[in-house]
C-alpha cells in the first residue's frame, strides 16, 4: 500500500503536540530537552518544533521483546545522567 504522506513536506509538532503524540507531559518532555535525553528537535525563530520522524525514531530506540531483551537502545529518563563511570575504577 502506498503512503499516503508520501510527496508531502515533513510535519512538525510544537512541544505540547508532540508530547501528546508520546504520552507525556510537556514538561517531561522539556526536560528531556535540557538534559539532552529526548529526541531530536529544530528551533524555528524561537519556537522549537519535532519531526514526527525523530519522535518516533526515539521511541522505536526503547523497543523490546521481552524483559530479558537488551534492544537496540534505551529511552533515558529525564533527569540529569551521571558522568561515564570509569573502567572497573582504574584508569585505562
Not at 504522506?5 to 507531559?25: D, H, I, V, W
Not at 529526548?38 to 519531526?51: D, E, H, L, Q, S
Request: hydrophobic share 30%.
Amino acid at each position: 500500500m502506498p503512503d499516503p504522506n508520501a510527496g508531502l513536506p515533513p510535519r512538525y509538532l510544537r512541544t505540547a503536540e508532540a508530547a501528546r503524540f508520546l504520552s507525556l507531559s510537556g514538561r517531561t518532555l522539556e526536560k528531556h530537552r535540557t538534559y539532552g535525553t529526548g529526541p531530536a528537535y529544530r528551533k524555528i525563530g524561537g519556537r522549537v518544533v519535532y519531526a514526527l520522524d525523530d519522535l518516533k525514531a526515539w521511541a522505536d530506540r526503547g523497543t523490546k521483546t521481552s524483559t530479558s531483551d537488551p534492544g537496540n537502545g534505551t529511552v533515558l529518563p529525564a533527569k540529569r545522567q551521571a558522568a561515564p563511570i570509569p573502567y572497573a575504577g582504574k584508569r585505562r
